[in-house]
């Protein structure tokens, strides 16, 4: 256990139906990750905040992504009118910014299986 | 060509041997990841290198910059080793507010250590 907990851990939906993701990251981090990984290959990073703010977005996030950290602290991802290839593995990381080496390393949360059928 | 690149994909041991795997980037990079991923998805971050060598029980990470290589070795390997090595390169200088820590991640290296 790495400290970085998500909800659900499964969730199998309908094509079509939007669905919410929570991440909450290690209390103090003030850096947090979402990668999205499929069968057979590595993490793709989505994006990432600092503190609330989102700094940047991979050009996969397409419209029916959005991702919002409101208070600084748990994250929500949220897909809208969900399609099969969005069936993936949905990863949240944290880490803590600029407080040494050690603290750069990201950790990451158990991750929620995606099925659209 | 893939900015970082690992081998093998695949390797099976039998327990106890030393294994060795091995990373090459081409990217400019300020820290190097090693993480561990067991089925089921959970992923653990195993390293952070941005020079020499560290060691955590019987896994040794090492980094030769100049040859933008690193090595992750497991000694006297275990059964419960059996999992996805991944390495994954952080871009940019660390400790920076502007710096986009995206990790840039290899294919990963399937370990399998037959008892």
């Known amino acids: 256990d790495t400290g970085v907990s998500q909800d659900p851990r499964h969730k199998i939906t309908k094509r079509g139906q939007n669905v919410t993701f929570r991440c909450d990251p290690i209390s103090e981090h003030n850096r947090l990750y979402w990668y999205r990984q499929t069968l057979g290959q590595g993490p793709e990073f989505l994006t990432y905040?600092?503190?609330?703010?989102?700094?940047?977005k991979s050009r996969l996030l397409s419209d029916r992504f959005s991702a919002e950290r409101p208070k600084g602290s748990f994250s929500t991802l949220e897909i809208q009118r969900t399609e099969q290839g969005d069936s993936a593995m949905y990863l949240c990381?944290?880490?803590?910014?600029?407080?040494?080496?050690?603290?750069?390393?990201?950790?990451f949360g158990p991750g929620t299986r995606l099925t659209v059928l | 060509k893939n900015e970082v690149e690992q081998s093998p994909q695949n390797l099976t041991a039998q327990e106890g041997e030393f294994i060795t795997i091995n990373c090459s980037y081409s990217v400019g990079i300020s820290a190097l990841h090693w993480l561990q991923q067991h089925p089921g998805g959970g992923i653990v971050s195993l390293f952070m290198l941005s020079s020499g060598k560290k060691k955590h029980g019987r896994l040794i990470a090492t980094i030769n910059i100049q040859e933008k290589h690193s090595s992750l070795h497991i000694t006297a390997s275990h059964p419960r080793d059996s999992a996805v090595y991944i390495c994954?390169?952080?871009?940019?200088?660390?400790?920076?507010?502007?710096?986009?820590?995206?990790?840039?991640w290899g294919a990963g290296t399937k370990l399998i250590i037959k008892p």
């Open positions: 994954a390169a952080t871009r940019g200088p660390l400790h920076s507010m502007d710096s986009n820590y995206q990790l840039i």
């Open positions: 905040f600092q503190n609330e703010a989102q700094l940047e």
């Open positions: 990381a944290s880490n803590l910014l600029g407080r040494g080496s050690e603290t750069d390393t990201q950790y």
